[in-house]
């Protein structure tokens, strides 16, 4: 098996299985997608960054950089910007943007919610998209969570007033606790089932939590019109904190409150359901 760093021109790379999206361009037309110093502070001027005025797509806690690495090839007509707090795997996402000449993407060290505060004029990004958020199981940790109404609102104040937020997790626990707090700032789905622009997984974890059986939850929405900026900043320090235990055996058939449908069931429950047949013949 190679390295990354025996990849050749023309090479697919793979995890767990699954091609990585795109292939590896002869090295003269390789792009330069590190974000390597982000400005003290200030809405930065992306027409500037990217040398062309585009709809802007964020991918945060965007992780070895799949999902954005997919959207910048199937849609070049915007710009991509993915953050996370973790160096190693900016710099895995980094090289294959690089390799696979994708000039519409960039890739920067940063957190999530201070990215949206300092770096993002208000109603200027056309996507938000949020995978996987660490739940930090650790109770000591658990202010590290980004997924807080905080947050939140800086998103509703972040997007266009048509701007999509995709949100994803596979703890049961967190989504239990953010599914209510989305309907108060967007109008807000859920999403039954994959994806279908990438039904093998738009991640790594995503593809992973799949394998180990793990109920994956997803959902979409746009900004309520009947909330301003101010009074969303308001709301947020009206609701609760994410202050849960991300460790709990959650019924991972409870999303919200509300029974939902699951695409994989135990084997006790079909072997119930199986003897109830039976017993009613």
Known sequence: ???????????????????????ILPEDQWARTALKKLPPEGPIDWAQVFGRTAPLILDIGCGNGRFTLASAIRRPEFDHVGIDILPVVIRYATRRANQRGLWNVRFAVCGGHEFLDRYIAPHSVQEIHVYHPQPYKDPRKQHKRLLSPEFLALVFRSLFPDGLFVLQTDNAAYWRYVRPLMDKFFNFHDQEGPWPDMPEGRTRREIYARLKGLPVFRGYGTPRTDLSDTQAMELAKQLPPPVFSAAEKADPLAVAGRPRRSTARSFRQKRAEKWRKRRNS
């Open 1 to 23: 098996m190679k390295s990354a760093n025996d990849r050749r021109e023309g090479d697919v790379e793979y995890e767990f299985g699954i091609p990585i999206p795109g292939r």
